[in-house]
């Protein structure tokens, strides 16, 4: 059994790749002769052009005694272009993995050129030539691509009626049948059209104020083609030329703000996407350093409330000589006075001056 597969290996490895393998041919018996040994395929093997290819060769175990197996003439390569699994008792078919060798046994393939025909033609737009239009016949895998002028050709193709199909980006694709007549050559020509075209427009806006537009935000379209668009100072936004009848993702940008995202479908008119809110951005502090003035200190009051009494207990560390002060409730008459005060616990940053003239933030006055 002889089998043949594409393959993007550059050189083999000791396990067989698996995969769709094509048989092309196969016979219940078969004894080689001296000298080169044609296989006919029964099954034709369409290669794209341009993959590698594996051609798999495969022999049932041979009953009874033998002396050897046939040679075969081999050219040394410069990397593993074989891999070979042998057993007398498992059947080839069986095996996963091999032996590799730099000596690949020499394998020629050609072609019989037979019941095929030529085909070319002029591909344009707007009666002028279109180049880099791909054609194809479909269900084969002949393909190729327009020359500046426009022009395609098919040395080959096989005999009969087959669909033929002209398409480039940016343009509506077209679908000729083509009668394929033996040794002949058979001309069609392609003209393309434009995809229609429409506008696309809206407005960006912050979650902070959505009512007014953000200047300078930027929308960009992915898909079947890229856009992109900056606002104005208005925060509006148009697109012109956007391709029809497809649907594109956006992404909506703006300094300070968290990109907004999502998807706007594109008929055959023109698209107003409204406004796009993209959310502010809550930035934590950093950098911040805090310095101590010379003539004050930072003092922390843990005010503990209950229905009952009030207690304060302050240390403050004065500036100069002074010793850490104590207050007493037998020592002051303390006031306290707070709008908000509750039952509970609450901490105060209060900033001692030289003076011990005490201020506190927010809504707290204290006499000493």
Not at 230 to 258: K, L
Not at 261 to 288: C, F, K, L, R, W
């Amino acid at each position: 059994t002889i089998k043949v597969k594409h393959t993007d290996q550059t050189e083999l490895t000791t396990t067989f790749e698996v995969g769709e393998y094509t048989t092309v041919w196969n016979s219940p018996s078969y004894l080689p002769t001296a000298g080169w040994n044609v296989h006919t395929f029964t099954t034709p093997f369409f290669w794209n052009g341009a993959s590698n290819l594996l051609i798999d060769i495969c022999t049932d175990i041979i009953p009874g005694t033998y002396t050897q197996n046939a040679s075969v003439p081999y050219t040394p390569t410069a990397y593993p272009s074989c891999l070979r699994f042998q057993s007398d008792t498992q059947p080839a078919s069986s095996g996963t993995t091999g032996t590799t060798s730099t000596n690949r046994a020499n394998a020629r393939l050609f072609m019989t050129i037979s019941d095929m025909g030529s085909l070319t033609g002029v591909v344009t737009s707007a009666a002028a030539p279109l180049e880099g239009a791909s054609v194809t016949v479909i269900g084969t895998v002949f393909h190729t691509v327009t020359a500046a002028n426009g022009v395609y050709n098919f040395q080959y193709v096989p005999v009969g009626t087959q669909q033929v199909m002209a398409t480039k980006h940016g343009y509506n694709e077209v679908t000729h049948t083509v009668t394929i007549v033996e040794d002949q050559t058979t001309t069609q020509n392609f003209e393309l059209t434009l995809l229609p075209q429409v506008t696309v427009s809206g407005r960006i806006v912050g979650s902070d104020q959505p009512t007014v537009g953000l200047a300078g935000a930027t929308i960009a379209l992915s898909g079947y083609e890229p856009y992109e668009a900056t606002t104005n100072a208005t925060g509006n936004f148009t697109i012109p030329n956007v391709f029809a009848n497809q649907t594109y993702n956006y992404v909506a940008t703006a300094v300070g703000y968290q990109p907004a995202t999502g998807q706007v479908v594109v008929g055959t008119t023109n698209v107003n996407m409204g406004d796009i809110i993209v959310n502010e951005m809550a930035y934590p502090p950093h950098s911040v350093v805090a310095q101590e003035a010379a003539n004050f200190r930072w003092l922390i009051l843990l005010i503990a409330l209950s229905l009952k009494k009030l207690l304060i207990s302050v240390m403050l560390p004065l500036p100069g000589n002074h010793p850490i002060l104590m207050l007493k409730q037998s020592q002051r008459a303390l006031k306290a006075q707070h709008s908000h005060l509750k039952t509970g616990v609450r901490l105060l940053r209060i900033q001692v001056q030289q003076e011990q003239a005490v201020s506190c933030q927010p809504g707290v006055k204290l006499e000493l």
